[in-house]
């Protein structure tokens, strides 16, 4: 979403960005969300069905020259809008053009979670193509050279790192990791230092490898030969995933990982 705004900033197109300031009692979105106005079209949504229709009459009035909307409004979600979720919601609305579009991509990129994903193979581009729809900022992070495709949304940093695991110091904090390298061996490098940063820091809230049972019952003899504990190897996640979902196409594994991290 953040990169439809972009381009179409980019075009010379000026919009209104509708924010959630701020909300009391049942609400249809949390402060944060936002949604972008333009004449033809929205990007992104507050939802609230009458609430945003309400949102965007206000926000075109703007565009087509009518008053400035000043300062946060309030939004009584009772008869008077014509829901009944009972709950109140604070939008502010903010008139942008080309000129905020830099300061725009940090600020709402800002607001995302922070996701580690090593790994360019297929399921790793399956998954960074699906997290970037959802509320993830993802640091994409290979050893290997020239596997990233060249465009890629906003949401999406790419990272040349070898060796690999030299990547997990940098970090953002409170990153999910997801391990799903080209080889094995790389994977282990990389849990052992997701490992000795949760010893130090204890600031990755999710570490998932991607693999089999069998997979990680052979990697716990080696981490726990070196010195990790098994409550250390409970914070690993492997297989990942939510139960239940079986396929094995890239597409069918991202979304089951994607399910996962949602519920962190």
Known sequence: MVDELLARLALGEEGVL???ERTQGSAPREAGTWMAVWADG??????GGQLEYQATDEARRWLAGGAAIEGVRRYPLGPSLGQCCGGVVFLSYQRITAADAKALQSELLAHLEPVALFGGGHVGAALARLLSTLPFKVRWIDSRDGVFPEALPAQIE????DPVQDAVAQLEPGSRVLIMSFSHAEDLDI???CLKRLRVRDDLPYVGLIGSKTKWATFGHRLEARGFTPQELARITCPIGVPGITGKEPEVIAVAVAAQLLMQ
């Open 18 to 20: 509708v924010r959630v």
């Open 42 to 47: 929205l990007t992104a949504t507050i939802g």
């Open 191 to 193: 849990v052992i230092a």
């Open 158 to 161: 790419t990272e040349h790192s």
